[in-house]
């Protein structure tokens, strides 16, 4: 057995030694998930937007409360662990609870904000990218940037087609142009983490029926996109000990291989 670990170790050390020597140049911080550091070819890539998708209660939100403990132990000038970098929570769904974040590193210095639109909350985004004060921004979530006009409409004057997807396409070519055009050293490019839900659509026979709402714009700009499934939850009964297994898959990443 004991044969067997080293083994193990040895072959996760060589295979993480190879990730980083391939993905060297582009500078990231890590997850905090060994698993998903390795799928994401080294963790998350500064200075891009990745998109976090999937079911209810599968993992999105706590997977960006994770990396944002992650990057919180690096330090802001220097780029080292052991110092303080902030993060900027968009909170569209005004369901940020404290108390549960607490649980997973969540510090009191970083910021909460809930926009009353979804114009605002873009706008937000684009101000903290060019501020140069947050290492990560977290927008929770994708499909509750509604626009203004739609809430100040009337539920009788009928529906307006597109015009979230227009929303995003903007904010997406805005957020992208922010993050092409600073000229801030690597360890200082902010890093935008969106999150979204999976919808069904209708007439669907063939094929899967799941759709991610807010048009294709978001998928074109995010370097990675993290699919995650409903978790399994095995309770060993007769003791203390829950076991709760997170899997997804990578649906496109182009900052690590393939």
Same mark, same amino acid.
């Given at each position: 057995?004991?044969l067997?670990?080293?083994?193990k170790?040895?072959?996760m050390?060589?295979l993480?030694?190879?990730v980083k ?10 997850s905090?998930?060994l698993a998903?550091?390795?799928a994401?070819?080294?963790?998350w ?16 939100s706590?997977t960006?409360l994770?990396?944002a403990?992650?990057?919180s ?8 662990f052991g110092?303080f ?10 369901? #940020?609870?404290?108390?549960?974040a607490y649980? +997973? ?5 970083? !910021?909460?904000?809930?926009p /009353?639109?979804?114009?605002?909350a873009s706008?937000?985004i684009?101000e903290a990218?060019?501020s140069?004060?947050y290492?990560?921004?977290i927008?929770?979530?994708?499909d509750c940037?509604i626009?203004?006009?739609?809430d ?14 227009q ?7 805005a957020?992208?142009g922010?993050l092409r055009n600073?000229?801030v050293?690597?360890?200082k490019?902010p890093t935008v983490?969106m ?5 069904l659509?209708f007439?669907?026979m063939?094929?899967d029926?799941?759709v991610?709402?807010g048009?294709e714009?978001q998928? #074109?700009y ?5 699919? +995650? ?5 095995e !309770?060993?009964?007769?003791? /203390?000990?829950a ?6 898959n990578?649906r ?5 291989l393939?």
């Amino acid at each position: 057995q004991v044969l067997s670990i080293n083994n193990k170790r040895k072959r996760m050390t060589s295979l993480i030694d190879k990730v980083k020597r391939e993905r060297s140049s582009i500078p990231r911080f890590s997850s905090g998930s060994l698993a998903l550091d390795l799928a994401l070819s080294g963790g998350w890539a500064r200075g891009r937007c990745h998109l976090v998708v999937g079911k209810e209660s599968s993992g999105k939100s706590t997977t960006t409360l994770l990396a944002a403990r992650e990057i919180s132990k690096i330090d802001w000038e220097t780029g080292q662990f052991g110092g303080f970098t902030k993060v900027l929570y968009v909170d569209m769904e005004n369901t #940020f609870d404290f108390d549960w974040a607490y649980n +997973f590193g969540w510090d009191e210095r970083h !910021d909460v904000v809930c926009p /009353e639109s979804g114009e605002m909350a873009s706008d937000i985004i684009k101000e903290a990218i060019n501020s140069g004060e947050y290492g990560l921004i977290i927008g929770d979530s994708a499909d509750c940037f509604i626009p203004a006009k739609i809430d100040e409409r009337s539920m009788q004057d009928g529906n307006m087609p597109g015009a979230r997807a227009q929303l995003l396409n903007r904010s997406y070519q805005a957020w992208t142009g922010a993050l092409r055009n600073l000229k801030v050293p690597p360890h200082k490019l902010p890093t935008v983490l969106m999150i979204n839900q999976y919808r069904l659509t209708f007439g669907v026979m063939y094929g899967d029926p799941r759709v991610i709402p807010g048009g294709e714009g978001q998928k #074109f700009y995010s370097s990675t996109i993290v699919t +995650f499934y409903s978790p399994k939850i095995e !309770d060993t009964k007769g003791t /203390e000990t829950a076991y709760i297994e997170i899997s997804g898959n990578i649906r496109k990443n182009k900052t690590g291989l393939p």
